[in-house]
Nanobody
Framework: QVQLVESGGGSVQAGGSLRLSCVASGDTSRNLHMGWFRQVPGKEREGVAAITGGGVSIAYGDFVKGRFTISRDNSRKTLYLQMNALQPEDTAMYYC?????????????????WGQGTQVTVSS
């Protein structure tokens, strides 16, 4: 079992930046692929970004368009999401997720482990 705790959400104006963090604990001995997802009430959850356990491969949702950067510090068991040029349509609850199987995490958006979420609100 892996526990994930997000932080760094908040309210910003359009064009602003936020940096989300996600600390993993518990059974982190295996190679964990990690990612960020977001969801707005009444809409489907969508994948924001994912990164493999060693940090070699990265994927982004089409809507990111170069504005966000995912990274990880395995020594700190921490995942990051740097979000720049935020727009009102980026307003959502952002969730950290992890799985030892990459395609479950990103291709199927069905990872085994989820955090509780951190709210991001962007005003125009």
């Amino acid at each position: 079992q892996v526990q994930l705790v997000e932080s760094g959400g908040g309210s910003v104006q359009a064009g602003g930046s936020l940096r989300l963090s996600c600390v993993a604990s518990g059974d982190t001995s295996r190679n964990l692929h990690m990612g960020w997802f977001r969801q707005v009430p009444g809409k489907e959850r969508e994948g924001v970004a994912a990164i493999t356990g060693g940090g070699v491969s990265i994927a982004y949702g089409d809507f990111v368009k170069g504005r966000f950067t995912i990274s990880r510090d395995n020594s700190r068991k921490t995942l990051y999401l740097q979000m720049n040029a935020l727009q009102p349509e980026d307003t959502a609850m952002y969730y950290c997720a992890a799985d030892t199987v990459y395609y479950k995490l990103w291709d199927r958006s069905d990872p085994r482990n989820w955090g509780q979420g951190t709210q991001v609100t962007v005003s125009s």
